[in-house]
Structures are given as structure tokens and as C-alpha cells.
């Protein structure tokens, strides 16, 4: 075997693409967590996404049809841990949890109802997933062609929306905002901030962009979905969010990172003599050893996971 | 039109009820426009909560509020500002890893939804606090900020949304004598610029030079009104706890004997020269009051948090009766009677979601009878949870409360009552009557020379000058990290002794 059979531009440009689906969980799980509320309901999110633009795509042979509605799965099962969590103030975890279990079975249930079969929805016909999109100038460069064109178009919503997240954090008042009812909300309250409502804004954000990271699962890296098609990579999102200090661009790098993790385990697979099941352990093995090592020097907002409640 | 504006604020018959204690029984207070007007009361009596339910935070269960002689509904914080009022709370509302600026601005940010101007925001803070002399730098994070800074922040913050009429909860509870005397200065301005000021405070003193009008509140009701001209400290003590309250502290001469606490070159290296410590001795004999002057973040409070256990020397050894006890925990070290009473309640003291029964047995939970082997033993935790109550005046008396529920200077009551009720040797205490009630101040200032009387060795820090003066038998000073000198405390003079604490002789 030859080294440059895994370390090449491939493996980057496949880089790009894994971690697509992370950067947009991550980014979700930063407007939330920002705001004060734990999202460990990201993979229940970005399951519901996944399972919700293949079934819609299945029946509409529109994958934006499918995308969009993603996303307003995504909204809505965010809608319910905001409901749960903010307005009856019950504790983050346990709601976050119940989601994520809820989801590892409604697809099931739901793909049985429609598709007769549990296991999977219908594979879907290549030009009935989302098209590869060629950026003019870029895809005549060389290097650059490769690892950024020719991919689906949810790769460049991923990327634009890193500075785009930068921008809304720090330069807009709901950033400023969010930041504040997440570290302080007594504070923000008595400015004059809802705290409730920067809050549900937080969460129902972290819904829209998990559920569009599931659909890039289900529609464009694949064409169908398979039961926990999401495989832990909420979890890994909420790793990377935490390991990137809950900084768009932190948290993104970090993603990078999982995403190259992930990239090398998949280029291994038959190219070394280890067996398989140990290679795919790579990506969950890093996200502890990170976490582990890591994870007592992050801060994070001060209120997090704390129901704001003003008079006890 | 002038008849009509004399009243800036007017709260008639407000009523709000906390679970079973009622905070206000229908008050009515009325502050005239452009003036100062004191709010006074003991722990407890209930006007932060006023003046929260005139700031909208918390929502009134009848009654009704005038600001400049109109009925108005506020419903929120957003309503009150929108109406002119500004708040400056007991503890402080800032966003810690923040900017001043973002936190001035915060809810009321100049520019587009799509983008905050912060030039103009760093323009208008900067002319802001030029114009108020409130000196402070614009980008300068929270947490860096000293506390008085910080009230500046906070009363920036109200003057940025335009307040008319600012409220402040016990500002100057915090600020060194120094901060204080700034603080009446912009205080003052703030009034001859036709702003209207209510002010929460305990020191009567500061009550007597500030203020043109005071109310006195008790047990939720409102029963006093008086012109500052016409007002006494004695009287004003009177009205407040409902009997004569000694202002000054009465004591004989001490009887010191054997030595408990020795502390022999103890050393404290920091980054920074606050917070470091440098070849501190002394000795605290039994039934003597120790006390330590100097300005607040000259090593004190490292000190006394070293000879407690909760944070380790550099070198130097400390010995209680003889006894090196530099390698015991803090759960030990108060098992050999060492009792404690920290500076900051809310970090070191409480456990603010916890109820008064457990609080009350923070440092002896292990020992016997209040814990079996592996149990603890509810009743009689609880039985001895209500006598301190009772004994110490903890108000309100219910143990089932969390300490969260209590006003700050309650909790004071419960942590000294808990400190005080294990018998101690060597008592450490610091800032004892931070943000306490008179009444409670001459409860908590009796004890300490009952104990002292009966044998125990007392270590005081306090930010209150006249506190160490009135209470210590000895008094060192302490400045930078070192002891620079000793003082008689009966013949001392505050030019003298104000002028070691600030490294000007030694
Ligand atoms: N958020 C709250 N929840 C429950 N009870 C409260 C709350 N805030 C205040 N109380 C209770 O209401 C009463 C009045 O409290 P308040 O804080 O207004 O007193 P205060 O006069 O400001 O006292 P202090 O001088 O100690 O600050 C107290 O008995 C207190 O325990
Ligand atoms: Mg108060």
C-alpha cells in the first residue's frame, strides 16, 4: 500500500463534503447553545431532516421539495424541545434525550406507513437527488476545482454559512442579543431583552439548520435513508461545538477535523488489513479523546441549561 | 404644568406576595421630581421588591403606579425604560464576558437590524461618561473591570437609555470609601441636572448627607416619611427596627490569653500584586479581636481564605494552638474550631438552591448527632435548623425555604448563626456586615464581642474603617500583600491610619 492511496486531494475534497452535514449541526447547535439552551436534540434533528427529505423527495421527485421540507421538520421537533424546555421549563437533557430516542423510531414507523418498508425508503433515481453544482471560475483552477466544485449545493450553503454565523453573533443586535440572554439572563431581561423569545429564535435556528444537515445525508450524499442513517454525527456536532469553544469558526475547524477523521476511515476500509469495524471507530474515538482532553477548558455560556426563572 | 410634574414617581397601595410572605403590603411612596429620596429599612422589609415592580421586573398583585403624574402599566423592563426609568440592581445585571459598550447597548442598539453601529455606540458611551464624569474605557471587558467600575457600567447603561429617574438598589455596599464618596459626587450632578434619584441604603450617615426625602420601610410596609432636614440617625434607627438601636459598639477592654492562631511568614505568589501575599505574621490570642485594615484587594482576602483551607500558601506555615495545620482541609480546620464567615456569601457561604436545614449544617455535616454513619439525621438537623433561626432572627423563619428566597442580609444571619453555633476557637470573619440592617449589624457586632469575652480568637477584615476601629482590639494594616504597621485603634487617627492603607507611611 502507498501512503499517497489515502493522502491525497481526494481525501480532502471528501473531507469537504463529510463534514458538511456536521458544520451545519454545529452551527444549529451554536445559535441554541448561545441562547442558553443545551441542544443535545441534534441527531433526533437531523434524523428527522434525513428521513424527511428522502420520503418527501420519494413521493414529490422534487429533491428541493424534499430540502425545504427538511428543514421544516427540523423546525418543528426543535419546536417541541423549545416548547418543553423554555415555556414549561423542564430540564434541557431530558428533553433533548426523549427526542433523540422519539426520532430513532418515528422514521421507522412513518417509512412503513408510506413505503411498506421499515428499513429504508425507495432509492431514489440519481437526477431525483440534489444536482452537483459547478462554481464558474473556480472549477478551472486546478487545486481549488477540486476540492471546492462540483459539489451539492447544501456543501456551499455549509460554508457561506460559517461567516454568515460570524457576522449574525457578533455584528447584528439578535447576536448580541442571544449571547447575552445565554450568559446572563437576568441581565438581558432587565435591558429590556425577552429572554423567551431570543431563545425560542435560538433553538427553532438549530432546528432548521440540523434538519438541512440530515437532508444532505439522505439527498445528496446518498439516495435514500436508512435507519439512524445519522450514525452519532449530532453528537459529534455537539463535540465539535464544544471543542470549538462555541465559536462559528471554532466549532467549524473542528468539524473539518471529524470530517478528515471520517474521510481516512473510509479511505482505509480495504486498503489496510485492519478490520473494518476497528476503522470505522476512528472518528468516535477522536471525538472522545478530544472531548476528554479538552473539554474542562471550554467555557460555556453561563446559563446554560439553566430555565430562566425570575420570581421563586 | 408645574403643580402637575412635582411628583416624578407615585406608587399608591402596592401589594406583592412571594409564596407565603408578603414582600409589599400595600405601600405608597411618592418621590418628588429632581430630588434624592433614601428608601431605609431592615433585611427583608421589601424594597428591592418595590422598586422591582416599579422597574417592571417583577408584576405587582394590586396597586398602582404614576410616573410623572399619569397612571401607567408597566408591565417589563422595556415598558419602564421606555417611561424614563432606570435601575441599577443589588447585584449587578452585566454580561461579564461583554464589552462596556455591548452592554450599555444591549436592547437599545443604535443601527439596523442587519448591523449595529458600534462607532456611534462608542461615541455615545464616550460622550456619555465624559459628560457625567463616570471615567471608564468603552472596550474593556466586564470581568476586568473592578466593582466600582462596574456601577459605573450600570449607571452609564441607565443614563444611555435616557433615564429621567434613576433607581439605586444599596449601591454603595460594594465601593471602598474612596468609590463612595465619587459615587455622591455624580450622584449629586446627576440631581442638579433635574434628574430624580431613589436610593437604597443601610448606612444611615449616607442616608443624612445625600438625600432630600426618606422612607422608611418595615416588615412590607411603608411607616415613615420624613424630610432629611428634620431627620435623625437615632430616629431613623428607631423607625426602621420598631425599638432604640445601638449605633455604637459597647465593649470593655480585652483580657487576651494563650495564643490560637500564629501565622509565621506566610508568603502568597501571584501575577499580579493584588492577590499576592508577602511574609505576612501575626498572632491572635484567645479573647482578643484582631482586626486588619486596608483597602479592599490588599491580600485579605487571600489571607484569611489560606488560614481557612480553601486555597494553599506559597510558603509559611500556620499554627492553631501550636499546632501546624497547614495539610487539613477546610472541613477539618473548622472541626478543630475554626469558623468562618467568607467574604462573598453567595460563592463561598450558601448553596443558594439548597433549603436553610442544609445550609445550616455546611462544614459539620459528618459529625454526630446532625449525621449517623451513613444517614443523615433529618430531625435533628432540623431541630437545630430552627433554633439558630429563631436565635439569630432569620427572616422569614420557614427552613424549607431555599436560600436563594432569603434577602442578602438574611443570609448573612443565617452563615454567621451556622459559624458561630460550632463553638469556635478561632473565629475568621470578613466584611461581617456587608449590605446588613442596623438591627442586624448590632446583633452580629454583640455577638462577635460575646465571643471574644468568652474566649475565642477573632481575625476581622472588613472594607468599613470605622467597623475595624469600633470592633478590634489591635489593629494591623495591611497594604500590597504586607503588614505595615500596627495601630492602637482607641488613639488612632483616620489621616494617619488612611494614610498607611494607601502605602503612604510605613
Ligand atoms: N424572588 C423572590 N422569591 C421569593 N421570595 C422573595 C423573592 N424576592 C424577595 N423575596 C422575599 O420578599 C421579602 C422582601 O425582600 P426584599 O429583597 O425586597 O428585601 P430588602 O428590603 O431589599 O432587603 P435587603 O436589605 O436585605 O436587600 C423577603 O422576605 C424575601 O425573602
Ligand atoms: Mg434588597
Given at each position: 500500500?502507498?501512503i499517497?492511496?489515502?493522502l491525497?486531494?481526494?481525501?480532502?475534497?471528501s473531507?469537504?463534503?463529510?463534514?458538511?452535514?456536521?458544520?451545519?449541526?454545529?452551527?444549529?447547535?451554536?445559535?441554541?447553545?448561545r441562547?442558553?439552551?443545551?441542544?443535545?436534540?441534534?441527531?433526533?434533528?437531523?434524523l428527522?431532516?434525513?428521513?424527511?427529505?428522502?420520503?418527501?423527495?420519494?413521493?414529490?421527485?422534487?429533491?428541493?421539495?424534499?430540502l425545504?421540507?427538511?428543514a421544516i421538520?427540523?423546525?418543528l421537533?426543535a419546536a417541541?424541545h423549545a416548547?418543553?424546555?423554555?415555556?414549561f421549563?423542564?430540564?434541557?437533557?431530558?428533553?433533548?434525550?426523549?427526542?433523540?430516542?422519539?426520532?430513532?423510531?418515528?422514521?421507522?414507523?412513518?417509512?412503513?406507513?408510506?413505503f411498506?418498508?421499515?428499513?429504508?425508503?425507495?432509492?431514489?433515481?440519481?437526477?431525483?437527488?440534489?444536482?452537483?453544482?459547478?462554481?464558474?471560475?473556480?472549477?478551472?483552477?486546478?487545486?481549488?476545482?477540486?476540492?471546492?466544485?462540483?459539489?451539492?449545493?447544501?456543501?456551499?450553503?455549509?460554508?457561506?454559512?460559517?461567516?454568515a454565523?460570524w457576522?449574525?453573533l457578533?455584528?447584528?443586535?439578535?447576536?448580541?442579543?442571544?449571547?447575552?440572554v445565554g450568559?446572563?439572563?437576568?441581565?438581558?431581561?432587565?435591558?429590556?431583552?425577552?429572554?423567551?423569545?431570543?431563545?425560542?429564535?435560538?433553538?427553532?435556528?438549530s432546528?432548521?439548520?440540523a434538519?438541512?444537515?440530515?437532508?444532505?445525508?439522505?439527498?445528496?450524499?446518498?439516495?435514500?435513508?436508512?435507519?439512524?442513517?445519522?450514525a452519532?454525527?449530532?453528537?459529534?456536532?455537539?463535540?465539535?461545538?464544544?471543542?470549538?469553544?462555541?465559536?462559528?469558526?471554532g466549532?467549524?475547524?473542528?468539524?473539518?477535523?471529524?470530517?478528515?477523521?471520517?474521510?481516512i476511515?473510509?479511505?482505509?476500509?480495504?486498503?489496510?488489513?485492519?478490520?473494518?469495524?476497528?476503522i470505522?471507530?476512528?472518528?468516535?474515538?477522536?471525538?472522545?479523546?478530544?472531548?476528554?482532553?479538552?473539554?474542562?477548558?471550554?467555557?460555556?455560556?453561563?446559563?446554560?441549561?439553566?430555565?430562566?426563572?425570575?420570581e421563586? | 404644568?408645574?403643580?402637575?410634574?412635582?411628583?416624578?414617581?407615585?406608587?399608591?397601595?402596592?401589594?406583592?406576595?412571594?409564596?407565603?410572605?408578603l414582600?409589599?403590603?400595600?405601600?405608597s411612596l411618592?418621590?418628588?421630581?429632581?430630588?434624592?429620596?433614601?428608601?431605609?429599612?431592615?433585611?427583608?422589609?421589601?424594597?428591592?421588591?418595590?422598586?422591582?415592580?416599579?422597574?417592571?421586573?417583577?408584576?405587582?398583585?394590586?396597586g398602582?403606579?404614576?410616573?410623572?403624574?399619569?397612571?401607567?402599566?408597566?408591565?417589563?423592563?422595556?415598558?419602564?425604560?421606555?417611561?424614563?426609568?432606570?435601575?441599577?440592581?443589588?447585584?449587578?445585571?452585566?454580561?461579564?464576558?461583554?464589552?462596556?459598550?455591548?452592554?450599555i447597548?444591549?436592547?437599545?442598539?443604535?443601527?439596523?437590524?442587519?448591523a449595529?453601529?458600534?462607532?456611534?455606540?462608542?461615541?455615545r458611551?464616550?460622550?456619555?461618561?465624559?459628560?457625567?464624569?463616570?471615567?471608564?474605557?468603552?472596550?474593556?471587558r466586564?470581568?476586568?473591570?473592578s466593582?466600582?467600575?462596574?456601577?459605573?457600567?450600570?449607571?452609564?447603561?441607565t443614563?444611555?437609555?435616557?433615564?429621567?429617574?434613576?433607581?439605586?438598589?444599596?449601591?454603595?455596599?460594594?465601593?471602598?470609601?474612596q468609590?463612595?464618596?465619587?459615587?455622591?459626587?455624580?450622584?449629586?450632578?446627576?440631581?442638579?441636572?433635574?434628574?430624580t434619584i431613589?436610593?437604597?441604603t443601610?448606612?444611615?450617615a449616607e442616608?443624612?448627607?445625600?438625600?432630600d426625602?426618606?422612607?422608611?420601610?418595615?416588615?412590607?410596609?411603608?411607616?415613615?416619611n420624613?424630610s432629611?432636614?428634620?431627620?435623625t440617625?437615632?430616629?431613623l434607627?428607631?423607625?426602621?427596627?420598631g425599638?432604640?438601636?445601638?449605633?455604637?459598639?459597647?465593649k470593655?477592654d480585652?483580657?487576651?490569653?494563650?495564643?490560637?492562631?500564629?501565622?509565621?511568614?506566610?508568603?502568597?505568589?501571584?501575577?499580579?500584586?493584588?492577590?499576592?501575599?508577602?511574609?505576612?505574621?501575626?498572632?491572635?490570642?484567645?479573647?482578643?479581636?484582631?482586626?486588619?485594615?486596608?483597602v479592599?484587594?490588599?491580600?485579605q482576602?487571600?489571607?484569611?481564605?489560606i488560614?481557612?483551607?480553601?486555597?494553599?500558601?506559597?510558603?509559611?506555615e500556620?499554627?492553631?494552638?501550636?499546632k501546624?495545620?497547614?495539610?487539613l482541609?477546610?472541613?477539618?480546620?473548622?472541626?478543630?474550631?475554626?469558623?468562618?464567615?467568607?467574604?462573598?456569601?453567595?460563592?463561598?457561604?450558601?448553596?443558594?438552591d439548597?433549603?436553610?436545614?442544609?445550609?445550616?449544617i455546611?462544614?459539620?455535616?459528618?459529625?454526630?448527632p446532625?449525621?449517623g454513619?451513613?444517614?443523615?439525621?433529618?430531625?435533628?438537623i432540623?431541630e437545630r435548623?430552627?433554633?439558630?433561626?429563631?436565635?439569630?432572627?432569620v427572616?422569614?423563619p420557614?427552613?424549607?425555604?431555599?436560600?436563594r428566597?432569603?434577602?442578602?442580609?438574611?443570609?448573612?444571619?443565617l452563615?454567621?448563626?451556622?459559624?458561630?453555633?460550632?463553638?469556635?476557637?478561632?473565629?475568621?470573619?470578613?466584611?461581617?456586615?456587608?449590605?446588613?440592617?442596623?438591627?442586624?449589624i448590632?446583633?452580629?457586632?454583640?455577638?462577635?464581642?460575646?465571643?471574644?469575652?468568652?474566649?475565642?480568637?477573632?481575625?476581622?477584615?472588613?472594607?468599613?474603617?470605622?467597623?475595624?476601629?469600633?470592633?478590634?482590639?489591635?489593629?494591623?494594616?495591611m497594604?500590597?500583600?504586607?503588614?505595615?504597621?500596627e495601630v492602637?485603634?482607641?488613639?488612632v487617627?483616620?489621616?494617619?491610619?488612611?494614610?498607611?492603607?494607601?502605602?503612604?507611611k510605613?
Amino acid at each position: 500500500m502507498d501512503i499517497t492511496d489515502i493522502l491525497n486531494l481526494s481525501l480532502l475534497a471528501s473531507m469537504v463534503r463529510l463534514s458538511t452535514p456536521l458544520v451545519l449541526a454545529a452551527l444549529g447547535g451554536m445559535y441554541s447553545e448561545r441562547g442558553g439552551v443545551i441542544n443535545i436534540a441534534l441527531e433526533g434533528i437531523m434524523l428527522a431532516g434525513a428521513f424527511t427529505a428522502a420520503a418527501v423527495t420519494a413521493r414529490t421527485a422534487n429533491p428541493w421539495i424534499g430540502l425545504v421540507s427538511a428543514a421544516i421538520a427540523g423546525l418543528l421537533v426543535a419546536a417541541i424541545h423549545a416548547v418543553a424546555t423554555i415555556q414549561f421549563k423542564a430540564d434541557q437533557v431530558v428533553v433533548g434525550t426523549a427526542i433523540n430516542i422519539l426520532f430513532l423510531g418515528v422514521p421507522a414507523l412513518a417509512s412503513g406507513a408510506m413505503f411498506g418498508s421499515t428499513g429504508s425508503t425507495p432509492q431514489l433515481p440519481r437526477e431525483q437527488t440534489l444536482p452537483d453544482w459547478n462554481i464558474p471560475g473556480i472549477d478551472s483552477i486546478p487545486i481549488l476545482s477540486q476540492l471546492f466544485s462540483g459539489h451539492k449545493p447544501i456543501v456551499y450553503l455549509a460554508i457561506l454559512m460559517v461567516p454568515a454565523s460570524w457576522y449574525v453573533l457578533y455584528r447584528t443586535r439578535f447576536g448580541l442579543r442571544l449571547r447575552a440572554v445565554g450568559e446572563n439572563p437576568e441581565a438581558a431581561d432587565t435591558a429590556g431583552v425577552s429572554v423567551a423569545r431570543m431563545r425560542y429564535a435560538g433553538v427553532l435556528m438549530s432546528g432548521v439548520l440540523a434538519g438541512i444537515g440530515g437532508a444532505y445525508l439522505s439527498i445528496g450524499q446518498n439516495s435514500l435513508f436508512t435507519r439512524n442513517m445519522t450514525a452519532g454525527r449530532g453528537f459529534i456536532a455537539l463535540a465539535a461545538l464544544i471543542f470549538g469553544k462555541w465559536h462559528p469558526v471554532g466549532a467549524s475547524l473542528a468539524c473539518l477535523l471529524f470530517g478528515l477523521a471520517e474521510a481516512i476511515s473510509i479511505r482505509m476500509q480495504g486498503v489496510v488489513s485492519i478490520p473494518v469495524q476497528f476503522i470505522q471507530l476512528i472518528p468516535y474515538v477522536l471525538t472522545m479523546v478530544v472531548l476528554a482532553g479538552f473539554i474542562g477548558r471550554a467555557t460555556p455560556p453561563k446559563a446554560i441549561g439553566v430555565p430562566y426563572v425570575k420570581e421563586k | 404644568m408645574a403643580e402637575d410634574l412635582k411628583y416624578a414617581v407615585e406608587m399608591r397601595g402596592v401589594t406583592k406576595r412571594f409564596g407565603d410572605v408578603l414582600a409589599n403590603d400595600s405601600i405608597s411612596l411618592a418621590v418628588e421630581s429632581g430630588s434624592i429620596h433614601a428608601i431605609i429599612g431592615e433585611n427583608g422589609a421589601g424594597k428591592s421588591t418595590a422598586m422591582n415592580i416599579l422597574y417592571g421586573f417583577y408584576a405587582a398583585d394590586s396597586g398602582e403606579i404614576l410616573i410623572d403624574g399619569q397612571a401607567r402599566s408597566i408591565q417589563n423592563p422595556g415598558d419602564a425604560i421606555r417611561l424614563g426609568l432606570g435601575m441599577v440592581h443589588q447585584h449587578f445585571m452585566l454580561v461579564e464576558p461583554l464589552t462596556v459598550t455591548e452592554n450599555i447597548i444591549l436592547g437599545s442598539e443604535p443601527g439596523s437590524s442587519f448591523a449595529i453601529d458600534f462607532k456611534q455606540a462608542r461615541a455615545r458611551v464616550r460622550e456619555l461618561s465624559e459628560q457625567y464624569g463616570l471615567r471608564i474605557d468603552a472596550d474593556a471587558r466586564i470581568e476586568d473591570l473592578s466593582v466600582g467600575q462596574q456601577q459605573r457600567v450600570e449607571i452609564l447603561k441607565t443614563l444611555y437609555r435616557g433615564a429621567q429617574i434613576l433607581i439605586l438598589d444599596e449601591p454603595t455596599a460594594v465601593l471602598t470609601p474612596q468609590e463612595v464618596v465619587e459615587m455622591f459626587a455624580i450622584l449629586r450632578s446627576l440631581r442638579d441636572r433635574g434628574k430624580t434619584i431613589i436610593i437604597i441604603t443601610h448606612k444611615l450617615a449616607e442616608v443624612l448627607a445625600l438625600s432630600d426625602r426618606i422612607t422608611v420601610m418595615r416588615d412590607g410596609r411603608v411607616v415613615g416619611n420624613i424630610s432629611t432636614r428634620e431627620a435623625t440617625a437615632e430616629g431613623l434607627a428607631r423607625l426602621m427596627v420598631g425599638r432604640e438601636v445601638l449605633l455604637r459598639v459597647e465593649k470593655t477592654d480585652a483580657h487576651p490569653k494563650d495564643a490560637i492562631l500564629v501565622v509565621n511568614n506566610l508568603s502568597l505568589e501571584s501575577s499580579t500584586v493584588h492577590g499576592s501575599l508577602n511574609d505576612v505574621s501575626l498572632e491572635v490570642r484567645a479573647g482578643e479581636i484582631l482586626g486588619i485594615a486596608g483597602v479592599e484587594g490588599n491580600g485579605q482576602t487571600e489571607l484569611i481564605e489560606i488560614i481557612a483551607g480553601l486555597r494553599p500558601q506559597t510558603r509559611g506555615e500556620i499554627l492553631l494552638e501550636g499546632k501546624s495545620i497547614d495539610r487539613l482541609d477546610p472541613r477539618r480546620r473548622k472541626n478543630l474550631g475554626i469558623a468562618h464567615i467568607p467574604e462573598d456569601r453567595h460563592r463561598r457561604g450558601l448553596l443558594l438552591d439548597f433549603d436553610l436545614a442544609a445550609n445550616s449544617i455546611l462544614g459539620v455535616h459528618r459529625n454526630s448527632p446532625l449525621s449517623g454513619a451513613v444517614l443523615l439525621n433529618e430531625q435533628i438537623i432540623a431541630e437545630r435548623a430552627n433554633r439558630l433561626v429563631r436565635e439569630y432572627d432569620v427572616r422569614p423563619p420557614n427552613i424549607a425555604l431555599p436560600a436563594r428566597a432569603l434577602s442578602g442580609g438574611n443570609q448573612q444571619k443565617l452563615i454567621v448563626a451556622r459559624e458561630f453555633d460550632i463553638n469556635p476557637k478561632l473565629i475568621l470573619v470578613s466584611q461581617p456586615t456587608r449590605g446588613v440592617d442596623i438591627g442586624a449589624i448590632e446583633f452580629i457586632h454583640k455577638k462577635l464581642i460575646e465571643l471574644r469575652d468568652a474566649g475565642a480568637a477573632i481575625l476581622l477584615v472588613s472594607a468599613e474603617l470605622d467597623e475595624i476601629l469600633s470592633l478590634s482590639d489591635r489593629v494591623l494594616v495591611m497594604y500590597e500583600g504586607r503588614v505595615v504597621g500596627e495601630v492602637d485603634p482607641r488613639s488612632v487617627s483616620e489621616e494617619e491610619i488612611g494614610l498607611m492603607m494607601t502605602g503612604g507611611k510605613r
